[in-house]
């Protein structure tokens, strides 16, 4: 089955950007989901195919897709941001096509 | 508002069955499909399956095949998610999560609050 890799930490000081990647194979051609999800709370959608914000999410969050990578950016970081961030994608044709990255702890400074 | 509502936790044993309900409120029951993915203590997420509740139709993770069984009650805008043969490793919240997107790239938008269920003898 298809593997999404998250590196699992990621620190930043305030009012910085910080980039959470999320590998897999040939993952541009892929539609990348990323959530937030804080703890004893449920995951909360943030991106949507690459790069879409649903609504109320703050123009700080961004992203990509290009070759092995997608990308979270979130930029002018803030104390609030501070949570485990997964990616995510749908493998039609696979016996297991909800597939989740590990996650990612963003700590902010 | 859109709203997911799941029933409590849970504590059973292993070898035993549980049944989630999810409760949904705040649009058309029937126009999107319900996922169900669950979170070991301390782990990441795992997609476990979900269920057209137009259709009844469903599509489970191949490590549940076997043990799970999600249905659905058109009359009360409710999803379910029952386990079988428990495991202590089936200890975990399980969520529920309406699907957006279109049908062959989608994510889940949103969220019921979870239940935890443990598996202890």
């Known amino acids: 089955s298809y593997v999404l890799t998250q590196p699992p930490s990621v620190s930043v000081a305030p009012g910085q950007t910080a980039r959470l990647t999320c590998g897999g194979s040939?993952?541009?051609?892929?539609?990348v989901n990323w959530y937030r999800q804080t703890p004893g709370q449920a995951p909360v959608l943030v991106l949507c195919?690459?790069?879409d914000r649903p609504s109320g999410i703050p123009e700080r969050f961004s992203g990509s897709n290009s070759g092995n990578t997608a990308t979270l950016t979130i930029s002018r970081v803030e104390a609030g941001d501070e949570a485990a961030y997964y990616c995510?994608?749908?493998?039609?044709?696979?016996?297991?096509?909800?597939?989740f990255g590990g996650g990612t702890k963003l700590t902010v400074l | 508002q859109v709203q997911l509502v799941q029933s409590g936790a849970e504590v059973t044993k292993p070898g035993a069955s549980v049944k989630v309900s999810c409760k949904t409120s705040?649009?058309?029951?029937?126009?999107?499909?319900i996922h169900w993915v669950r979170q070991a203590p301390g782990q990441g997420l795992e997609w476990v399956g979900s269920?057209?509740?137009?259709?009844?139709?469903?599509e489970y993770a191949q490590k549940f095949r076997g043990r799970i069984i999600l249905t659905r009650d058109t009359s009360i805008s409710t999803a379910y998610m029952e386990l079988t043969g428990l495991r202590s490793d089936d200890t975990a919240t399980y969520y529920c999560a309406t699907e957006g997107g279109v049908p062959s790239v989608p994510y889940f938008d949103y969220w019921g609050q979870g239940t935890l269920v443990t598996v202890s003898s």
């Open positions: 195919d690459n790069s």
């Open positions: 040939n993952i541009e051609s892929k539609s």
């Open positions: 269920v057209n509740p137009y259709s009844g139709g469903t």
């Open positions: 995510q994608v749908w493998e039609s044709t696979s016996d297991h096509p909800g597939v």
């Open positions: 705040g649009y058309t029951f029937t126009g999107y499909h």
